[in-house]
T-cell receptor
């Protein structure tokens, strides 16, 4: 069975500092994708970054990077130079090749950025 | 271009009544998903549509829940005889393909409150 685990219910970070949000996953399928979404208090789900299981390089998108450690089955999100607008809930999600593109989500991590 | 549109944004209903939630996906997106998010929780998969294929209904929590997608575009999620535990935010998402590396684009959701 596929599973996503986010062990940090809540995190604090000082503005302008970097923060790492943890995500571990479990699947026996060799072809899968890992996603991070941001959900501000307004409720919309915003796609941040994607990492494919066969990608050799860690994904980066602006201030977001994904620390992909395949052997450890972890896909941690790193946010550099935190901003007040980064305060939100962050979800890690996985899709596997035989699963119709359906995403399996973790329970989320609430990030609060302190001024 | 226009994103995924959901209506209504908020719905309050009495226990036992039926409700219909609507989703208008991004034009050209062939795959459509419904998820449910209870307060402070992760997203729970409900149902998936892909083109003319039979929908994947594996996530529907009971036979009170049903969904249809007309003409490969607009989808309606129907909850019959609503219960208080149905209170949640119902999120619709669409994607260009059903492949595992295709990110889902979410609407802003319908917040359902059953009194």
């Amino acid at each position: 069975a596929q599973k996503i685990t986010q062990t940090q219910p809540g995190m604090f970070v000082q503005e302008k500092e970097a923060v790492t949000l943890d995500c571990t996953y479990d699947t026996s399928d060799p072809s899968y994708g890992l996603f991070w979404y941001k959900q501000p208090s307004s409720g919309e789900m915003i796609f941040l970054i994607y990492q494919g299981s066969y990608d050799q390089q860690n994904a980066t998108e602006g201030r977001y990077s994904l620390n992909f450690q395949k052997a450890r089955k972890s896909a941690n999100l790193v946010i550099s130079a935190s901003q007040l607008g980064d305060s939100a809930m962050y979800f890690c999600a996985m899709s596997v090749s035989g699963n119709t593109g359906k995403l399996i989500f973790g329970q989320g991590t609430t990030l609060q950025v302190k001024p | 271009g226009a994103g995924v549109s959901q209506s209504p944004s908020n719905k309050v209903t009495e226990k036992g009544k039926d409700v219909e939630l609507r989703c208008d996906p991004i034009s050209g997106h062939t795959a459509l998903y419904w998820y449910r998010q209870s307060l402070g929780q992760g997203l729970e998969f409900l149902i998936y549509f892909q083109g003319n294929s039979a929908p994947d209904k594996s996530g529907l929590p009971s036979d009170r829940f049903s969904a249809e997608r007309t003409g490969g575009s607009v989808s309606t999620l129907t909850i019959q005889r609503t219960q208080q535990e149905d209170s949640a935010v119902y999120l619709c998402a669409s994607t260009e393909t059903y492949l595992y590396n295709s990110p889902l684009h979410f609407g802003n959701g319908t917040r359902l409150t059953v009194t």
